[in-house]
Structures are given as structure tokens and as C-alpha cells.
């Protein structure tokens, strides 16, 4: 299952981000049967929160997001106009702001940055259920 959308990058496409990957996790749950528990559509909503707010701050241009999941999984892709890699900061707890990508890689199974043509692309990788099965 997959599904892109394009942000056009005003503060109101971050809510409106979060509303996508709700319901795309819904579709996931109740349409193709997939365990999508109640911490990873939050994790998600997080996720998405702080990547599109960093593009939308940091960026130029729109926002381009991409959702996909598998049976286990589901990664959130953001791609803008920025070729700059922002830095995962170390946690300093007297630091205001600037948190985002630590605590999206605190949460998620998998962060990669890469730079692209025009801009760069975030993916981060969620668990569906709260506990993987070895398989």
C-alpha cells in the first residue's frame, strides 16, 4: 500500500499531513487487515508532525509526502527543496527547539537523510504492531 501526497508547504499542510496519515493508517487496519496498534498511528502522527514542520520551516517550495507500509511497517517519506542534511543533534535537555530529528529517531526503527537531484529525502520507519514477531 502506497499513497503520495504534495504539501504546499504553509503552516496548515502540517495538520493537514497528520490527517493524511491517520487516515491512511485507517485504510491499513480496516481495509487490508494489517495490526496497526493505537502507538503506532501516534508515532506516526509524530512522525510526520516533525518532518513536514522542519521542511515547511527550513525548506523552499512544497512538501512532497509519501506513505507505505507493508505488513509490518510503515515508513513516511518526506522530500523538499532543501539540499542541506540536517544534523541529528545530541539530547540536551537545556536546549529549546531543534529536537525533532532526535525524537524521531528515538521512536522510529529506522531514520535515513539522503540527498537527492533537487533537495533531499527523510524516510523513517515505523512498526505497525508494538512488538515484532521474529519472523
Avoid at 480496516?30 to 518532518?51: F, G, Q
Wanted: aromatic share 2%; with cysteine.
Amino acid at each position: 500500500m502506497r499513497v503520495g501526497f504534495t504539501l504546499d508547504g504553509d503552516g496548515s499542510c502540517i495538520a493537514e499531513a497528520r490527517r493524511h496519515a491517520t487516515a491512511f493508517l485507517e485504510t491499513a487496519r480496516t481495509e487490508h487487515h494489517l495490526p496497526v496498534s493505537a502507538r503506532a498511528r501516534d508515532l506516526t502522527e509524530l512522525v510526520v508532525s516533525e518532518l513536514v514542520t522542519n521542511a515547511v520551516k527550513y525548506a523552499p517550495g512544497p512538501v512532497l509526502m509519501e506513505l507505505r507500509v507493508t505488513a509490518d511497517m510503515v515508513d513516511v517519506v518526506i522530500r523538499d527543496g532543501e539540499p542541506g542534511i540536517p544534523a541529528v543533534r545530541t539530547a540536551d535537555p537545556g536546549r529549546v527547539g531543534q529536537h525533532g530529528l532526535e525524537i524521531i529517531k528515538a521512536v522510529a526503527e529506522e531514520l535515513s537523510i539522503e540527498q537527492e537531484a533537487a533537495g533531499k529525502r527523510i524516510t523513517a520507519r515505523i512498526a505497525l504492531a508494538d512488538t515484532l514477531s521474529p519472523a
